[in-house]
């Protein structure tokens, strides 16, 4: 069955630096775009960084554009986000999906895993 676990989460000041990692199995992960998502309580999940089959293309919202970048390992199945300059509005729970195409944000597989959970506090 598809699998994502997510690690790399943990607490950090204001400025700091996390590399989340998403580690996938139960699927073709070469054959598909892949995202990373957040989600606070009580909120909807929102998309903040996605990638092409082969990596060569990126995208994110504004509110992080600059700030994190999304990489992956098609050989090794996981997927990367390097966060860099962390604020307060960025601690929420992270998670990864697959996408049905590049530039949808719709998520393919309607399994998760159990996120990591990133705070940033002083």
């Known amino acids: 069955q598809v699998q994502f676990v997510e690690t790399g989460g943990g607490l950090v000041q204001p400025g700091g630096s996390l590399r989340l990692s998403c580690r996938c199995s139960?699927?073709?992960?070469?054959?598909?775009?892949m995202s990373w998502y957040r989600q606070l309580p009580g909120k909807e999940r929102e998309m903040v960084a996605q990638?092409?089959?082969?990596?060569?293309?990126?995208n994110y919202p504004d509110s992080v554009k600059g700030r994190f970048t999304i990489s992956r390992d098609n050989a090794e199945k996981t997927l990367y986000l390097q966060m860099n300059n962390l604020n307060a509005e960025d601690t929420a729970v992270y998670y990864c999906?697959?996408?049905?195409?590049?530039?949808?944000?719709?998520?393919?597989?309607?399994?998760w895993g159990q996120g990591t959970q990133v705070s940033v506090s002083s």
């Open positions: 999906n697959a996408n049905p195409y590049y530039y949808v944000r719709s998520p393919r597989f309607g399994s």
């Open positions: 990638i092409s089959i082969g990596g060569t293309e990126t």
């Open positions: 139960g699927f073709i992960f070469a054959s598909f775009a």
